[in-house]
T-cell receptor, first 114, second 113 residues
Framework: ETGVTQSPTHLIKTRGQQVTLRCSSQ?????VSWYQQALGQGPQFIFQ???????GRGNFPPRFSGLQFPNYSSELNVNALELDDSALYLC?????????????FGSGTQLSVL | GNSVTQMEGPVTLSEEAFLTINCTYT??????LFWYVQYPGEGLQLLLK?????DKGSNKGFEATYRKETTSFHLEKGSVQVSDSAVYFC????????????FGSGTKLNVKP
């Protein structure tokens, strides 16, 4: 069973640029969620995708967008990067199963915006 | 709304000491509760979970009991090891809100030999 994999592991961008982060779900999982983890903080929910549609969104502006593909892999796109976007971006996959559904996390992409 | 509050760290203990990390929550519905652990340079790993009041989650010597009356889910371990050094996150999931997870800010545990 393969786990959740994310790419790239590290990325450096400048303010105003655009970035795409990628995630492959754990085998058999149909739901992907993205979280932003600032240094010294807990992860904050960005959005979730289920069956290729956005299924819920946290308090993030529209310049954060995403996609889920038929194989359940996913992308997170961030436009017009700001310095405060510097963080660890975590992808988590899960199997929609009701109460107690568990998230399985990748190792994350560390994004630095200069 | 939903939120999770954890005790601030870092927590520094000697090997074989007893560990408690406090976690309290606020929820509008009937959440499931989780503890995740993060080792340096890695993503979060599920440590244990509980889905209803009075449930006890346990794994690798760690335990936590879902206390609805005190809205708490404190993490305990009877004898910590150096390898337990990591950051621990308490979290709740809200089924009524597309299973969105809310995380605490994390508690760093340092275990000295």
């Amino acid at each position: 069973e393969t786990g959740v994999t994310q790419s790239p592991t590290h990325l450096i961008k400048t303010r105003g640029q655009q970035v795409t982060l990628r995630c492959s779900s754990q085998s058999g999982h149909n739901t992907v969620s993205w979280y932003q983890q600032a240094l010294g903080q807990g992860p904050q929910f960005i959005f979730q995708y289920y069956r290729e549609e956005e299924n819920g969104r946290g308090n993030f502006p529209p310049r954060f967008s995403g996609l889920q593909f038929p194989n359940y892999s996913s992308e997170l796109n961030v436009n017009a990067l700001e310095l405060d976007d510097s963080a660890l971006y975590l992808c988590a996959s899960s199997l929609r199963e009701g109460v107690g559904e568990k998230l399985f996390f990748g190792s994350g992409t560390q994004l630095s915006v200069l | 709304g939903n939120s999770v509050t954890q005790m601030e760290g870092p927590v520094t203990l000697s090997e074989e000491a007893f560990l408690t990390i406090n976690c309290t929550y606020t929820a509008t519905g009937y959440p499931s509760l989780f503890w995740y652990v993060q080792y340096p340079g890695e993503g979060l790993q599920l440590l244990l979970k509980a889905t209803k009041a009075d449930d006890k989650g346990s794994n690798k010597g760690f335990e936590a009991t879902y206390r609805k009356e005190t809205t708490s889910f404190h993490l305990e371990k009877g004898s910590v090891q150096v390898s337990d050094s990591a950051v621990y996150f308490c979290a709740l999931s809200d089924r009524g809100n597309f299973n969105k997870f809310y995380f605490g800010s994390g508690t760093k545990l340092n275990v000295k030999p």
